[in-house]
């Protein structure tokens, strides 16, 4: 099947997280379309049995596919933990997955310990302690499944509230032996503030996102898919299965406020 490169890329998280993953995409693709999909109405993902997962995220997968997108980005690890498989057996486009990025932090820790800060299934699913378990040496990581947390940032978004959850889920933790934190779940990288305030110490921290904007940006070229647009703005659909406006409001704030951070000069007309 050719496919038609004025499709737009379709992306797909729990929730609000993947709205990181789409600011890194825009950032490096702004000329083409985008269509978020996120499924507050069945998030967390992560407290649920794998098989769920999969059958939520191929669901989404689905309407991507019959809104007509020529290639789908899971910016989700519980997602591509549990789906990516499936997602490649049933849909015949390019399928872009996200894991923890533990191999790339291993290359840069130079100071000490990896936290790997991700939810229940991700940290417990077999594609993640595979990629673990094929690096040599095997690194120490401390690995911190933050069950609830993902709640509680589709609710605020970050502030007080996720604080006081990492004040309990850093109890334990000896911030002086930690070199770096991977951030293995989309949603988190919305309170890396959050993170350095609590642990009171500037860790480097590190997540998968530009990885998969460039992985996207490689396949696009080798397929010869990459849009020919040259508008001046990037179009953007949001979309989210909860049916409150307060998901799209949320979505919008954090694309914005992820692409100030990254100092990107374009403008985003959302259809
Ligand atoms: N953003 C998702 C991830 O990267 C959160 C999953 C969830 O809903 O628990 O894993």
């Given at each position: ?141 401390i690995k911190l499944p933050c069950r609830g947390l993902v709640e509680i940032i589709e609710e605020y978004g970050g502030g007080i509230e996720v604080e ?39 860790i480097d921290m590190i997540d998968a996102n530009k990885y998969t904007a460039m992985e996207l940006k490689e396949i696009l070229i080798e397929k010869d ?20 406006d307060k998901m799209i409001k949320l979505s919008k704030t954090l694309l914005e406020k992820e692409l100030n951070r990254l100092e990107w000069e374009g ?5």
């Amino acid at each position: 099947m050719k496919l038609d490169k004025n499709l737009a890329i379709g992306v797909f998280d729990s929730g609000v997280g993947g709205i990181s993953t789409l600011s890194q995409l825009i950032y490096n693709l702004p000329n083409e379309k985008y269509i978020y999909y996120g499924d507050s109405k069945n998030a967390p993902y992560g407290l649920k049995d794998p098989k769920i997962v999969e059958k939520l995220s191929l669901d989404v997968g689905k309407k991507l596919i019959e809104k007509g997108v020529k290639s789908i980005v899971i910016a989700c690890n519980t997602a591509t933990s549990s789906a990516m498989d499936a997602f490649k057996r049933n849909f015949d486009i390019p399928i872009i997955g996200m894991e923890p990025a533990i191999k790339k932090a291993v290359e840069l820790n130079k100071k000490g310990r990896i936290m790997v800060m991700a939810t229940p299934v991700t940290l417990e699913g077999e594609r993640f302690n595979r990629e673990l378990n094929s690096l040599n040496p095997v690194p120490d990581i401390i690995k911190l499944p933050c069950r609830g947390l993902v709640e509680i940032i589709e609710e605020y978004g970050g502030g007080i509230e996720v604080e006081n959850y990492l004040k309990k889920a850093f109890k334990d933790i000896n911030v002086d032996e930690i070199g770096l934190i991977v951030l293995g779940c989309t949603h988190f990288i919305f309170i890396r503030d959050e993170i350095r305030r609590v642990l009171g110490k500037d860790i480097d921290m590190i997540d998968a996102n530009k990885y998969t904007a460039m992985e996207l940006k490689e396949i696009l070229i080798e397929k010869d898919l990459i849009n020919p647009n040259t508008s001046d703005f990037t179009e953007v659909k949001l979309i989210n299965s909860s049916n409150e406006d307060k998901m799209i409001k949320l979505s919008k704030t954090l694309l914005e406020k992820e692409l100030n951070r990254l100092e990107w000069e374009g403008n985003i007309k959302y259809i």
